[in-house]
């Protein structure tokens, strides 16, 4: 039984980011990334929003079985990287994937693999 409906969810336009892919900034960008990424149930929340164009909270409670509190603070820890933004309407918050933060964390790790001397990689 669902306890939300994200069919009226609308979230608000992504934002654009333009940062360095290499250097301190980008070092700084992307250890704050992983540390938002490093719980399976951020890694599951993102997974989920990728599948779906919107999703309030209490649809991302029924498909991780986790409680709401739970979820709710994993989604502010999501939206504080910027990897998530939300939507207030009214008692509830839509949430969308940032596809810009995720193709920005693309890059960083595409920054961090090219540094790597090429005969050295796998």
Do not use: F
């Not at 654009?16 to 070092?27: K, S």
């Not at 599948?51 to 029924?62: H, N, Y």
């Not at 979820?71 to 940032?98: D, F, M, N, W």
């Not at 920005?104 to 990689?121: E, K, Y």
């Amino acid at each position: 039984m669902k306890t939300d409906d994200a069919s009226s969810c609308a979230c608000p336009p992504p934002a654009v980011i333009e940062a360095p892919a290499t250097g301190p900034e980008a070092d700084a960008a992307l250890s704050r990334l992983c540390k938002a990424l490093a719980h399976p149930a951020r890694v599951q929340i993102l997974r989920l929003l990728a599948a779906r164009s919107a999703c309030l909270c209490g649809e991302v409670v029924e498909v991780l079985d986790l409680a709401q509190s739970t979820v709710s603070q994993h989604l502010k820890i999501l939206k504080e990287a910027g990897l998530v933004r939300g939507e207030i309407q009214g008692p509830r918050t839509c949430y969308c994937l940032e596809p810009a933060a995720l193709h920005h964390l693309g890059q960083l790790v595409d920054g961090l693999v090219t540094s790597i001397p090429t005969a050295d990689r796998i």
